[in-house]
Every structure is written in C-alpha cells, then in structure tokens.
T-cell receptor
Framework: GAGVSQSPRYKVAKRGQDVALRCDPI?????LFWYQQALGQGPEFLTY????????KSGLPSDRFFAERPEGSVSTLKIQRTQQEDSAVYLC????????????FGPGTRLTVT | SQQGEEDPQALSIQEGENATMNCSYK?????LQWYRQNSGRGLVHLIL?????REKHSGRLRVTLDTSKKSSSLLITASRAADTASYFC????????????????FGQGTILTVHP
C-alpha cells in the first residue's frame, strides 16, 4: 500500500520567505509526527498530532513554526520568515495508534534557505 | 536535543562480517527502537524493544537492552552491501503514568559501510 508521502521533496527559499511543507500520512493512521533533521544529525522531534489535535508542540524551535492537521489526515508544516538555520530535512511520520508504536516515515522535504 | 550517544560514529566492514553498533541514553525509557536511513531515503523501522525486554531478534538483527546501564546494541550478522546505511537508535521516554504516544528522541547515528 501507499506509504507516507511528502511534498515538495526539495524546496529552496530565500531568507525571509514563508514556506509550507505537506505530509500525507498512511490512510487511517491516528498519530502524525514532524521531525527536523540537520545534516549529519539524527532527527529531532518538532510536534505531534493525534487525529486533528496537536497534543505536543514542544519541539517547535520558534513561533515562526506552525503545524496543522485540520481534518486528521494531511498535515502542513509552515515556516514563516525563513532563516538560514532552518535549512534541514523535515521528516513526517505516521503511526496507526495513539500509543507508542513503530513509526512510518516519509522521504522528507529538504529545505535550503539561501 | 539528542538523547544520547551512538558509537562508533562510522563503521566500515567487509561483506559477511558482523556489525555491532551501540547506543547510550540518559533518561528512563518506555521502549527503544532502531531505524535505518539510506542515502536519499526516509527512515525505516527495524526493531522495537520494550523496557522490560533484554534481547530481541529479527532475521539477521539482534538487539540487546540494558536499562541499568542505559545502553543498547544492534548486531547485524552476515552483513551485505545492501546494509550500507546510517543506523539510529531512538528512545521513547513515555509520559507520566507509564503511557506514551510515541515521541522519539534519536541518537546521532552510526554510518555503516559494507564493502562487497
């Protein structure tokens, strides 16, 4: 079946631009996570949704980062006024349950801020 | 911030040899998971070991967990060139009361290269 998909796969933004990154989780998956992976590092947690409810946004680095999942399926991560330090791969993962379980990751969106 | 350390940072072996990667973490955990990441691809879940388990096997993979030392190891036996990838451990610290929704904290990873 279809896995987690993310779009765009690559995004180049000029500093100060706003960007929107999309995640299509596996159909029916309750949990959705966003992670940020800097070059040469492991992913770092950004935020978590259970259906449409954003239950944890403790990892969002600043108020320029905003995520939503209005209908409990597709999610969008928005970054306003991008900065060079926002350059990273943004990974989305989904899980079928609302409790700890293996996560299915998308291919990521590589964001480069110039 | 990263949960802990993985070592080695890079490992280079010949096909057929075994590869062992270690992971240490700092807080108590609900479970620990290992993921593989190939160049240009997303993370793929390999195995999950719960805090009350000490060892788990899956095909050529063997994972151990020592909660007293806050460490885990991943052994890949009879390695293949296709095993070349970055390997990450990820811990789920859980929530108060022992529940968890699955928030993962990843290590920095081990880059494994298997030469044909």
């Amino acid at each position: 079946g279809a896995g987690v998909s993310q779009s765009p796969r690559y995004k180049v933004a000029k500093r100060g631009q706003d960007v929107a990154l999309r995640c299509d989780p596996i159909s029916g998956h309750v949990s959705l996570f966003w992670y940020q992976q800097a070059l040469g590092q492991g992913p770092e947690f950004l935020t978590y949704f259970q259906n449409e409810a954003q239950l944890d946004k403790s990892g969002l680095p600043s108020d320029r980062f905003f995520a939503e999942r209005p209908e409990g399926s597709v999610s969008t991560l928005k970054i306003q006024r991008t900065q060079q330090e926002d350059s990273a791969v943004y990974l989305c993962a989904s899980s079928p349950r609302s409790r700890s379980y293996e996560q299915y990751f998308g291919p990521g969106t590589r964001l480069t801020v110039t | 911030s990263q949960q802990g350390e993985e070592d080695p940072q890079a490992l280079s072996i010949q096909e057929g040899e075994n590869a062992t990667m270690n992971c240490s973490y700092k807080t108590s955990i609900n479970n620990l998971q290992w993921y593989r990441q190939n160049s240009g691809r997303g993370l793929v879940h390999l195995i999950l070991i719960r805090s009350n388990e000490r060892e788990k096997h899956s095909g050529r993979l063997r994972v151990t967990l020592d909660t007293s030392k806050k460490s885990s190891s991943l052994l890949i036996t009879a390695s293949r060139a296709a095993d070349t990838a970055s390997y990450f451990c990820a811990t789920d610290a859980g929530l108060a009361g022992g529940t968890s929704y699955g928030k993962l904290t990843f290590g920095q990873g081990t880059i494994l290269t298997v030469h044909p």
